[in-house]
Nanobody
Framework: QVQLVESGGGSVQAGGSLKLSCAASGPAYSTYYMGWFRQTPGKKREGVATIGSGGSTIYPDSVKGRFTISKDTAKNTLYLQMNSLKPEDTAMYYC???????????????WGQGTQVTVSS
């Protein structure tokens, strides 16, 4: 079973940057597909970045060019670099993992507890 722990959230002004980390533990971590998601109260969870085998990545238009997902297999850590942040990026951010690549869908089996990102105007 994979365990995921996010960190790096916080409060930042619009235009600023944050880098989220997701520390993973469990067997065969490097073989899992992973993604970052966000959710605000009353809204559906939204995929904001995912990374597949070979390092291929997918982003929705809302964050493309501003967010970058990366994975350090040696450190068992997934990252999300967020630049040019906007107030609408405010949300709880979660990382997720599974042996099946759901791309930006939320079908991943393993989820972290989340880290809050707040962007003020």
């Amino acid at each position: 079973q994979v365990q995921l722990v996010e960190s790096g959230g916080g409060s930042v002004q619009a235009g600023g940057s944050l880098k989220l980390s997701c520390a993973a533990s469990g067997p065969a971590y490097s073989t899992y597909y992973m993604g970052w998601f966000r959710q605000t109260p009353g809204k559906k969870r939204e995929g904001v970045a995912t990374i597949g085998s070979g390092g291929s990545t997918i982003y929705p238009d809302s964050v493309k060019g501003r967010f970058t997902i990366s994975k350090d297999t040696a450190k068992n850590t997934l990252y999300l670099q967020m630049n040019s942040l906007k107030p609408e990026d405010t949300a709880m951010y979660y990382c997720a993992a599974d042996r099946v690549w759901y791309e930006l869908g939320s079908g991943y089996r393993y989820w972290g507890q989340g880290t809050q990102v707040t962007v003020s105007s």
